[in-house]
């Protein structure tokens, strides 16, 4: 019994014993403040209208204060705790100074988390993004911390320590290159509005086609329409060219630019048959009016020359039919009517003739403008028979068939030869 009389009349029992008391403390406190801190936030954060305080505390920002009240209490606790060795209290002073420096700044981050979810709800939010910037800062913020954190552990300067960190900024360059460069980028993009999350961008050389779902310091991320995820650094949307089809969307209409190659060997002049026939579309109509007084007068200044069919300006079948084409296009309802539309032929080549169809659809959506594109080519090539005109494409092998002559009949075999010598009577 004297001995455990003793035992606990010794200085470092004491002071272990005190320490023990100043931790539970220290946890009561944290406990209680987070529970009382965290559940009036809650409160105030139902009651009110406001979305701030919503986003202060759904990214944490009063969890991360309610974590100061038990540093606080260790870094003037301690001193009250009897047969403490002045180095022991000096070293948990600063370990508790060290986690508050640290908790405060996490509490900064979280708060500069809240206020860019609160901006990319304003409608300038889609357009100008500032994560790049906000995560800029708080990386520095975060090498400010650590400086202060070591500095306060080791009992050093901040300033011993920047002045080494001065003489490594070479290598400081090198190790924040990325950083720099997405920086530079990510202000040119922004302030220049060239990127936006949100915008359909094709890069071929990063494999990426797709919308951009997320701009950052150093990456951009873009959802293929395969759904895949490319990330691109930043950097590289500044130093190489990407195509971005925002202005497409923006201006309400998407562009059909498809051609049809037309057989060559279908295109003829119109026959008088031909003519009465093609007059009964409605959408020809009038263009067969005026073609034939125009006609009609450029062959009688002929003269004699003009009774000659070689000599004459006729309609052919091609023109007509690019004609109606032209017609059908500024009808249809779901072309854009202020943007261009018209169909041109191109050069032939090896493939026939390319009637080639230039418009714009009144609608940007891809399902609806692919609807829309394949009833117009549908409708168009169901209708070159009409103008005795066909596709051009290159033989199958089905064709090859077809012309092949049809086989041979196998030649009847001869019957076999009676070899029995012939006998006379």
Known sequence: MDSIVGLLQRPWIHALTGTL????????????????????MRGIARRTAWHWDDALFQHGVFHWLARLV????????IQLVPGVPDRAERLIGNIAMA????????????????LEALYRATPAGGQRPIKGLLQLVKLVLFIVGALLIIGTVTDKRVGLLLSGLGAMSAVLIL??????????????LSSNDMLRVGDWITMPGAGADGDVIDIT??????????????????????????????????????????????????????GEDELARLSQFRLLADYLDRKHGELDKWNRQLGEAGE??????????????????????????????????????LASGPNGIPLELYCFTATTVWDEYENIQGDIFDHL?????????????????????????????????????????????
């Open 217 to 270: 310091l150093y990456t951009v991320k873009v959802r293929n329409f395969d759904r895949t995820i490319v990330t691109v650094p930043t950097w590289k949307l500044i130093a190489e060219s990407y195509q971005n089809w925002r202005g497409m969307a923006e201006s309400g209409g998407r562009r059909i630019k498809r051609a049809l190659y037309l057989d060559a060997a279908g295109v003829h002049f119109l």
């Open 70 to 77: 038990p540093a606080l209490v260790l870094q003037f606790g």
């Open 99 to 114: 986690l508050m420096v640290f908790f405060v700044v996490m509490a900064i981050s979280a708060a500069l988390s809240a």
């Open 308 to 345: 000659q069919p070689f000599n004459r300006r006729r309609l052919t079948n091609l023109g007509t039919f690019r004609a109606y084409v032209n017609a059908y296009l500024h009808q249809h309802p779901k072309i854009h009517r202020q943007m261009t539309c018209m169909a041109r032929q």
């Open 21 to 40: 008391v100043l931790l539970v403390v220290a946890w009561l406190a944290g406990a209680l403040t987070r529970l009382v801190l965290l559940r009036i």
């Open 175 to 188: 190790v924040f290159k990325d950083t720099i460069l997405g920086f530079v980028a990510g202000m040119q």
């Open 381 to 425: 090539i169901a209708l070159l028979p009409e103008f005795g005109l066909a596709l051009y494409q290159q033989p199958s092998g089905q064709d090859v068939r077809a012309l092949q002559p049809p086989p041979a009949a196998a030649p009847t075999p001869l019957p076999a030869c009676d070899h029995t010598p012939l006998t006379g009577s």
